[in-house]
């Protein structure tokens, strides 16, 4: 089901539970990228979503990621000590706001796949992959921009 975006900032800053509720983590998900799919094709676009944004505080978001969504369950983001750069992010929780933000270049992050449930370990992105995740990551632990 497409989902209303959430704008409240008391809600955006409740850090996220983990989840592990097969059927829970299923309905999210599907409500994740349905949204994500229809707020894609409204500009500015969609790059990813976080639980939190679709009013549901659990430990889930899903990233546009060579062609695909990719959900990611319960994530650890583990930062490679390494450069950083600044750019402008958007969010579609702050409409018409635009924020430079500072991010690490690459991360390694680890979390839970979907729909088979294993474990991903130390997975590699760079770039604006790597600023996506970092976004979408602060958005579970109640930080926005």
Do not use: F
């Given at each position: 089901?497409?989902?209303?975006?959430?704008?409240?900032k008391t809600t955006l800053a409740?850090?996220?539970?983990?989840?592990?509720d097969q059927e829970k983590i299923?309905?999210?998900?599907?409500?994740?990228?349905?949204?994500a799919k229809y707020r894609a094709t409204i500009p500015p676009g969609c790059m990813g979503l976080a639980?939190?944004?679709?009013?549901?505080?659990?430990?889930i978001f899903i990233i546009w990621y060579a062609g695909e969504w990719i959900p990611m369950i319960n994530p650890v983001l583990e930062t490679v000590k390494g450069p950083q750069g600044y750019a402008k992010e958007g969010c579609l929780s702050r409409p018409g706001?635009?924020?430079?933000?500072?991010?690490?270049?690459?991360?390694?992050?680890?979390?839970?796949?979907?729909?088979?449930?294993?474990?991903?370990?130390?997975?590699k992105y760079g770039n604006f992959t790597?600023?996506?995740?970092?976004?979408?990551?602060?958005?579970?632990?109640?930080v926005f921009i």
């Open positions: 089901m497409i989902r209303s975006i959430v704008t409240k409740l850090p996220s539970e983990e989840i592990h299923e309905d999210i998900i599907v409500d994740l990228i349905e949204t639980a939190n944004q679709i009013g549901e505080l659990y430990r706001i635009h924020t430079k933000k500072r991010r690490y270049k690459k991360i390694h992050v680890s979390y839970t796949n979907w729909p088979n449930g294993d474990p991903v370990e130390h997975e790597a600023r996506v995740i970092q976004h979408e990551h602060d958005h579970l632990n109640g």
